[in-house]
């Protein structure tokens, strides 16, 4: 079967940094995606990855190793508001994305 | 404002009642999508349509219908709701001519079958 795993929960400070892990197995691979939800909203874009290495936009980076079937999201510079829910997902061979049941950021001053 | 629109936002509604939730957008997209999400859980396709005029099951269409007419609307429709189907409900569309086929999500309907 396909599958995506990431932390369930994961606590930062104000100020630093954090990464949050994605692995994935699918049946083939088209990209990999990572959205940003608030509690309460939609998912919104944040970063895809297709080709192997880092990816950075801002205080955001996400890094992908095809091989190893893994990925991460970088955030720097942690600010309260990116207290939020980090959905991963893989677009598999027939181009359908499988969703991770995201990774939920508690930020602490 | 470009984006997708949801109605209602919440609905309570009684097992066995037939409900339709709609999706509008406004950017041109040529794809649509439902997906469901639930707690501890990924979010799980429904239903999509890649063109208008077509439509396709996803991974959890049981209990589900949906109707692409033109480019803009997508309703997805529970013909006889069950409580199994409380959820929260997320139409997104993209532009799947593009290479990343990006996403962008209406801000959900949340609905509870009693």
């Known amino acids: 079967g396909q599958n995506i795993d990431q932390p369930t929960e994961m606590t930062a400070t104000e100020g630093a940094i954090v990464q949050i892990n994605c692995t994935y197995q699918t049946s083939g691979f088209n990209g990999l995606f990572w959205y940003q939800q608030h509690a309460g909203e939609a998912p919104t874009f944040l970063s895809y990855n297709v080709l192997d290495g880092l990816e950075e936009k801002g205080r955001f980076s996400s890094f992908l190793s095809r091989s190893k079937g893994y990925s991460y999201l970088l955030l720097k510079e942690l600010q309260m508001k990116d207290s939020a829910s980090y959905l991963c997902?893989?677009?598999?061979?027939?181009?359908?994305?499988?969703w991770g049941a995201g990774t939920k950021l508690i930020i602490k001053p | 404002i470009a984006g997708i629109t949801q109605a209602p936002t919440s609905q309570i509604l009684a097992a066995g009642r037939r409900m339709t939730l709609r999706c509008t957008q406004d950017?041109?997209?040529?794809?649509m999508y439902w997906y469901r999400q639930d707690l501890g859980l990924g979010l799980r396709l429904i239903h999509y349509s890649n063109t208008a005029g077509t439509t396709g099951k996803g991974e959890v269409p049981d209990g589900y219908s949906v109707s692409r007419a033109n480019t803009d609307d997508f309703p997805l429709t529970l013909a006889s709701a069950v409580p199994s189907q409380t959820s929260v409900y997320f139409c997104?569309?993209?532009?799947?001519?593009?290479?990343?086929?990006?996403?962008?999500f209406g801000a959900g309907s949340r609905l509870t079958v009693l």
């Open positions: 997902a893989v677009r598999d061979s027939n181009y359908q994305l499988i």
């Open positions: 950017m041109r997209h040529n794809a």
């Open positions: 997104a569309s993209s532009d799947s001519k593009t290479g990343a086929n990006v996403l962008t």
